[in-house]
Nanobody, 126 residues
Framework: QVQLVESGGGSVQAGGSVRLSCAAS????????RGWFRQAPGKEREGVAT????????YYAESVKGRFTISQDNAQNTLYLQMNNLIPEDTAMYYC???????????????????WGQGTQVTVSS
């Protein structure tokens, strides 16, 4: 199994920035994809950003392009999500996840990720 622990969530004003971290305590075969997903009240869980850790390719939801940046520190086995220019619509529970790639692609689909962290709340006020 892979153990994932998120941190860094909290409350921030619109226009502010938050940096989320996800520490992985173990490695599992064929979990080269890491990603961030979020779920707001009354909405389905959606993909925010993913990264192919074996090659570095990144994938973003259209709604966060230009504002969020995903990165992986392989030496520390830690995933990050830098969130800038936050808007109230970004308010959600944020989860990190790990799973297998399709070729070298990491899809923004939560169904493809079997390993999940416990989540960290991000609240953006106007």
């Amino acid at each position: 199994q892979v153990q994932l622990v998120e941190s860094g969530g909290g409350s921030v004003q619109a226009g502010g920035s938050v940096r989320l971290s996800c520490a992985a305590s173990r490695s599992t075969y064929n979990t080269w994809c890491r990603g961030w997903f979020r779920q707001a009240p009354g909405k389905e869980r959606e993909g925010v950003a993913t990264i192919y850790t074996a090659g570095g390719g990144t994938y973003y939801a259209e709604s966060v392009k230009g504002r969020f940046t995903i990165s992986q520190d392989n030496a520390q086995n830690t995933l990050y999500l830098q969130m800038n220019n936050l808007i109230p619509e970004d308010t959600a529970m944020y989860y990190c996840a790990a799973g297998p790639p399709w070729g070298s692609t990491c899809y923004l689909m939560y169904e493809r990720y079997p390993y999940w962290g416990q989540g960290t709340q991000v609240t953006v006020s106007s």
